[in-house]
Structures are given as C-alpha cells and as structure tokens.
C-alpha cells in the first residue's frame, strides 16, 4: 500500500497531473472480487475473453514479453537521429514492485490493438447511450 501513498501537489481543481487514482482503483478491484489479485482479475475478464495472449502486469514472470521488449531510445535534439538510452528506465523495471492498475501493463501490439478495439466500440455505444432520446413524434424512446 505503501507505493499508492502520494502527498497532495495541488488543491482539487487548481491544477492537473498525472497520479495514482487508476492504481487505487486496481485496489479496490482487488477487494471488491474477494482478494483476487489484479493481474488474476484482469486475465479472467479481459484478457481472456479478448485472446490476449501476452497481457501481464509482471513482466519478469513472462519470457516472452521480456524477449520481445523493445529498447528504448531517445531524439538527438535538433536532429532525426536515435540513441538508446543508457539510464535505467522507470518504466521498464527488470522487475516490477507492485500491480500497477494506472501503468502497469506489458504485452504485445496485437494485444494493445484488442484493446483498442474494445475502446473504439464503446466509445460509439456511449455516443449512442448520450444522444438524444426523443423520437421525432415527440415521444421519447424507451
């Protein structure tokens, strides 16, 4: 619980950053399906039912993401080159502390993609969920 801990950087509503407010809710996914652990929850009803075949919020526990990771790299300035990084890159730990729910996922493009289609379909049906309802009888719709 320890890593979700943050300090208030702004007041609500004076600023925007990024934060841990999905990781929370990772959280209480956890609790609210009985203690099952996040990457458990997620590979039951997500990444299952969409065939995602490299999904996992741990990396080191799965070859062959690890031996597909693609090597970070950084722009030149004032150039189109790139450079791989040298530092140690956060977001790509050789072993992850916690389940991340807000970033924490690794997995493939057509992985991703699945994803992506998903968010595609519903964004349409919440277009539709929001539109208006009256007919143009005037009755509105059920």
């Not at 741990?58 to 150039?79: G, L, N």
């Not at 690794?106 to 539109?131: H, M, N, T």
């Amino acid at each position: 619980m320890g890593a979700y801990l943050m300090p208030l950087v702004y007041e609500p509503g004076a600023s925007w950053g990024y934060g841990v407010g999905i990781d929370w809710a990772g959280k209480m996914v956890e609790r609210g399906s009985g203690g099952v652990a996040l990457e458990a929850y997620m590979q039951q009803h997500m990444w299952e039912p969409l065939d995602m075949q490299d999904a996992t919020l741990h990396p080191e526990k799965h070859a062959r993401v690890t031996q597909r990771r693609v090597e970070m790299t950084s722009r030149v300035p004032d150039s189109e080159s790139l450079v791989p990084e040298t530092e140690k890159n956060a977001f790509a730990p050789e072993v992850v502390s916690y389940a991340s729910g807000g970033g924490g996922m690794w997995g493939s493009a057509p992985d991703y993609l699945k994803v992506r289609a998903c968010q595609i379909v519903l964004e349409a049906a919440g277009a539709e969920f929001y539109a208006c309802q009256i007919l143009p009888t005037g009755d509105k719709r059920a």
